[in-house]
């Protein structure tokens, strides 16, 4: 894939996200990870080669097909995109909005959300006045808000110390637990070591999939190992 | 830091997708009202030249003039009135009025001045013939008639005048309309362009919209709407100009030659219709523009 007539960013990749997997996203900044997510939540198209979604591939799909897909996948994105001339509700309230379900419908579900994510009472405020990592939180409940099948997250953590960055992981780790198949960029490598997920790792424009610890060593002893190593951030959550 | 005060959102969650734009678009809805306007003049003045020549082509068509030659030894004056009581025999000809050498010294004066016509200059004399109303100009029988009666005396059907006064009404349709398209497609090609700029201002909004997975029907629908308003209250705007600045000039004292080219006022169902409809069009042709601009900066995306 490569912007305008740039040179290549990615090439030569493949990869599956089997359903309700969780997969950490990582790589050197520029190398890539924001353009690879900007493929599977099909914001652009690849210069070559596919990308097949719920078993369909979108390079056949008629345009108008696309916005159903796309509502199939949150994106907490690396800059936001939240609009300041709305609300904190409003924002994340907006891919339900989009579908054309009236506000009665769904106020209370995403008042509930907001409070899950710690900001039921700054519903009503101008996200342009919130720290850092409320926007954060105000960016991921807008991507799970709907409900998504995959959840993609570019940087989720980038803005918060490492305290909130735990809990924010907890956070799609519970969501990960309902169902939904969750991407998870970061450069953060303490938050990787801290779950027992595959690592795709970006650089020089190709990708790297480690598999998760648990299939990497051999297995006898090591279910309870990883179990143990995994303890302290699943305790952490509950 | 220079934190600018940050405007409190809507509360409750109903806030408009598309944010109000304080004072973005008054230049647009100005340039558009006075478009607007001008094309509503352009049409006025059009409409009002067609409807002077039609009055003009009317008063010609349905009169017939004779002129009397003079002759050495005749009294003209006297031929005249022979000539008028002739005309009101003939079928189609509802009454006929000689005019005397005061007339015909008054038509002159212009060229000749008052007091420089010598008493004994022989002039033509006319006679105004009006016709019944529907009936064809019975330009030859009058003629024989009068030739018959011995009279030196021509009749004139006016054909050339008409002729000359419907060229000229045709040519002020042709500009009127001529203006009005041009004027319409300025408007069109101003309000397409804003409809851009104010897309491009608005580019994180379509943005998230659109990777929320919203249709692009459902986002042109936005600045659609947010096009048609705008475009329906600088065309009302414009549209109540026109109106004010015909009322003056038909209140107003002004040239009788100079009114054939300015709009006039008259409360006819065309004018009202045209000054109705003009809001409507311009909102609508903004709601276009808007809508193709949305669609082809979404094309361009995935
Ligand atoms: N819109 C764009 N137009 C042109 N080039 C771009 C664009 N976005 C990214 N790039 C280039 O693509 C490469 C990869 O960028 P990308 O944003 O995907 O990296 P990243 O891994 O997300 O980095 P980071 O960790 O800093 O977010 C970079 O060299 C960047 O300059
Ligand atoms: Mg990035």
Known sequence: MRYGRGPEVLRDLSFDLPRGSFQFLTGPSGAGKTSLLKLIYLAMKPSSGSISFFGQDTATLPREDLPLLRRRVGVVFQEFKLLNHLSVFDNAALPLRVTGRKRSEYAEDVAELLAWVGLGDRMDANPATLSGGEQQRVAIARAV????????????????DSDMAMRLLRLFVELNKLGTTIVFATHDLQLVRLLDAPVMTLSNGHLHIRPPRSQRLRPEPLESEVYVEDGPAEDEHE | MSDRQIPPPPKGGAGALLPPDAGRDRPLFLVAAILVFLACIAALGARGAIVQAQAWTSDLETSLTIQIRPVEGRDTEADARQAAE?????????????????????????????????????????????????????????QSALDEAGLAASVDDHARWAGAVKR?????????????????????????????????????VIDALHLSGAEDGFIAQLFQRRFFM???????????????????????DTPADMLFFLPRWSMNPFELLMLGLAPLLSGATAALSARLAVATDLRQRW
């Open chain 2, 168 to 204: 000229a009404a045709g040519l002020a349709r042709t500009l009127g309309i001529s203006l009005l398209a041009l004027l319409m497609g300025a408007a069109a090609a101003v309000i397409a362009f804003a409809a851009r700029a104010s897309l491009a201002a608005r580019i994180d």
């Open chain 2, 230 to 252: 705008l475009g329906l209250k600088s065309g009302t705007a414009g549209a109540l100009i026109a109106v004010i600045v015909s009322l003056l000039v038909s209140w107003g």
């Open chain 1, 145 to 160: 808000v709907a409900q998504p099948e995959i959840l993609i997250a570019d940087e989720p953590t980038g803005n918060v």
């Open chain 2, 86 to 142: 002739i005309a009101t025999e003939i079928e189609g000809i509802a009454a006929a009025t000689a005019h005397g050498r005061d007339h015909a010294e008054a038509l002159i004066a212009p060229w000749l001045g008052q007091d420089n016509l010598p008493d004994d200059l022989p002039l033509p004399l006319l006679v105004d013939v009006e016709l019944n109303p529907g009936s064809a100009p019975p330009v030859e029988a009058l």
